[in-house]
């Protein structure tokens, strides 16, 4: 086990056999983040996938996994980083991914095309992904993810159910794509600014991440529909129809 590359394994059958369960991956592109020694990789192919890319980072274990699915057709294995993975072509992606590269994989996965995904996080993580507007959870994260996804906590698991114990319990969630849902490179921005100061007004949080505007352009945002309204407590779709209310104030 290497701690920098934050292994852990799931030592249940059961809830690796119940994640693997969360798509039906026949006849399906299949693509594992972090696959370990393969104890996930080995109930995906139970599903009969048409394709199932392996990805592991750590050399001995993608060597490993070259040994133990050699006889797996289907199976092929790419010893690299996630985050330099081409996902053209996969429709669904699972992984039992570490906390510190958890941001960076989930927003890899929304700029993709894929359309399903099962992943193993961090309790707190999931958490926030799930979280509702008005709650201490909420944030960038929620807002984010909400714009490309359609996201439900399944299963929470306990620390206990891994090797080595991590400190924290685990949440696996389901991600499935919504059709349409996307964010341009200004309502990223713009959730991005807003959250820095998502305890204050909606106009009080703009003139603190964008700056003062003149007299017209101050009058303008402070008419806005959500002017008055905490940023925490802004819907997905709120933000968004705010963010197009806002885009030529602001970048005018």
């Known amino acids: 086990m290497k701690k920098f590359l934050g292994q852990n394994f ?17 006849e399906k592109n299949v693509l594992e983040i972090g696959a370990g ?6 109930k995906i ?33 790419r010893g690299e980083d996630v985050l330099e993975t081409d996902l053209k072509g996969i ?17 890899l996965l929304a700029k993709s095309q894929v359309k399903e995904c099962v992943l193993c996080v961090q309790k707190e993580f999931a958490q926030r992904l799930v979280a509702k507007a008005g709650s201490a959870e909420y944030g960038r994260l929620s807002v984010s993810s909400g714009a ?48 820095s100061h998502r305890r204050q007004k909606l106009k009080k949080a703009i003139q603190h991440s964008y700056g003062k505007k003149n007299a017209a352009k101050k009058e303008a945002i402070d008419k806005s529909e959500f002017a008055d309204r905490k940023v925490y ?4 779709g709120e933000i968004k129809r ?7 104030i602001l970048h005018g």
């Open 91 to 107: 429709d669904a992606v699972f992984g039992n991914i570490p906390y510190y590269l958890s941001s960076p994989i989930l927003f």
């Open 242 to 248: 705010a963010a197009r209310e806002l885009r030529g």
């Open 45 to 77: 192919i139970e599903g009969k996938p048409a394709k199932l890319v392996l990805v592991e980072k750590d050399r001995e274990f993608a060597k490993m996994l070259k040994e133990r699915f050699a006889g797996e057709k289907c199976v092929e294995v």
């Open 148 to 195: 490309y996804f359609d996201i439900a906590l399944k299963r929470v698991v306990p620390a206990g159910l891994f090797f080595p114990k991590p400190k924290v319990d685990s949440a696996i969630v389901a991600l499935k794509r919504k059709e349409g849902g996307e964010m341009d490179v200004f309502e990223e921005e713009f959730v991005m600014k807003i959250f």
């Open 233 to 236: 407590t802004l819907s997905e």
């Open 10 to 26: 799931l030592k249940s059958a059961s809830v690796l056999r119940y994640e693997a369960s969360l798509v039906n991956v026949e």
């Open 37 to 42: 020694d393969g104890r996930l990789s080995e």
